[in-house]
């Protein structure tokens, strides 16, 4: 696929991660209008509230996109969605007979603010990534045990907090919680000396599935709205004393971060890859009826206090070993019922190499390697001040997929009495 002109010219430029070939969804606020649903076009937003009101585009008997969220638009179903899609792209493209109607509604990116894009109903964190999952295990129990034993047959995840996923721009807190130093004899209480960040991507479920009522892997891609990016944030030290024998609690609880824009399946679809060669034949109920992933670079940033810049990771979402549809199918597979805005991190996205290491942990080897960052500090984990910044794009034939920056800055603790 090649770009798709629009009238709206900044979409037009082979490094806007927002042409009309993308058109995701977010909520935006101004110092005049309220929080209500847009779609990106170049650098623009269309303000679907007031098209909405104006008969521009309808895709209900009621309004949907006069509320400060998504929901409404996912409970309408996949035929709802294509519709929008077919609207906004009749509306948007170069030549359009109602650009003089739909031109007084576009708002300039630079005069919005972005606020959630949906209200999460649940949270699931999942552990697809192999290379991290090779990474980690390899560190705590050597590389001949670096895998469980389920880990090439099953999705692993846990049920996480949707309460605590913010947007991006939202600062994080340090956490407080329980860790036990080494060669102590009981545990102490203080802010973590271990923060670290998990560059993942988020799928976002747009339709329900019945209590008790399993979904295929096709199916499953067709329940998914779109993606995000994520920022799964981890304590490591807290994690390392309470996560036996129940898993991730207080360490993961404290904040996960996404980035604005939701950008749909229909944008991603030229991208789509295969996942890996499997090295276990899958149970029948997890096999996949064409390519689940998709082609998305990815790269994180550092920027310390004194604003100095560092990249300190490449990779791609095609390294996942487990796809969101995969994920989506075991999820249901025992009968669990699925909600529009269940969100799904996808684990931990890391490549073979070390540059493409998706987390300080991984990057710094637990922290016996520190890596260098520009101007010569050094970081073993995030330390307060430090802002992440997580990128994403797909990369077409003149044109790119963007999803708009996940950032984060880093709090001081919170004292604790």
């Known amino acids: 696929m090649t770009l798709m002109k629009s009238w709206v010219e900044s979409a037009n430029s082979a490094d806007c991660p927002f042409p009309l070939n993308n058109l995701p969804y977010g909520v935006f606020v101004t110092n005049s209008l309220e929080a209500r649903c847009g779609v990106a076009i170049g650098d623009m937003i269309l303000d679907l509230s007031t098209a909405e009101e104006e008969g521009l585009v309808q895709l209900a008997e009621d309004p949907v996109f006069d509320v400060p969220y998504w929901n409404d638009v996912m409970e309408l179903g996949p035929e709802a969605w294509a519709m929008l899609r077919a609207r906004l792209i009749e509306l948007l493209e170069d030549g359009a007979p109602e650009q003089a109607a739909v031109a007084p509604y576009l708002v300039a990116m630079t005069d919005a603010r972005m606020e959630m894009p949906f209200v999460v109903a649940e949270f699931t964190d999942f552990y697809s990534g192999k290379h991290h999952a090779v990474n980690i295990g390899t560190m705590f129990r050597g590389a001949q045990d670096a895998l469980p034993s389920n880990w090439l047959h099953v999705p692993i995840g846990y049920n996480g907090r949707a309460s605590t996923v913010v947007v991006s721009g939202t600062d994080i807190a340090r956490p407080n919680g329980q860790t036990l130093t080494t060669g102590a004899d009981a545990p102490a209480f203080g802010p973590s000396a271990r923060l670290d960040f998990e560059l993942e991507m988020g799928a976002i479920v747009g339709c329900a599935s019945e209590l008790g009522q399993p979904v295929t892997v096709a199916q499953a891609d067709e329940m998914i709205f779109g993606y995000v990016l994520l920022n799964d944030w981890s304590a490591r030290d807290i994690q390392a004393w309470e996560y036996q024998p129940l898993g991730p609690f207080q360490a993961k609880a404290f904040a996960t971060s996404i980035s604005p824009w939701i950008v749909t399946r229909a944008a991603l679809e030229p991208f789509r890859t295969a ?19 998709y082609d998305i670079e990815l790269s994180v940033l550092m920027r310390t206090k004194d604003a100095t810049d560092t990249t300190i990771c490449h990779t791609n979402y095609s390294e996942m070993y487990f ?40 990057l710094s080897w637990d922290g016996k390697e520190p890596i260098t960052l520009e101007g010569g500090a050094t970081r073993s984990f995030v330390e307060d001040g430090d802002t992440l910044t997580l990128l994403g794009v797909a990369k077409g034939d003149g044109f790119q997929i963007g999803f708009g920056a996940c950032t984060a800055t880093i709090q001081p603790a919170v004292k604790f009495p």
Not at 281 to 293: I, V
Not at 341 to 362: C, H, Y
Request: hydrophobic share 25%.
């Open 275 to 293: 996942t890996p060669e499997r090295e276990k034949e899958l149970l029948p109920y997890l096999h996949e009826p064409k390519p689940m992933l």
């Open 323 to 362: 796809s969101a549809p995969q994920q989506l199918a075991h999820h249901t597979s025992s009968g669990c019922a699925m909600t529009p805005g269940d969100l799904l991190g996808s684990g931990t996205i890391s490549g073979p190499k070390k540059d493409q290491r998706g987390s300080l942990i991984e």
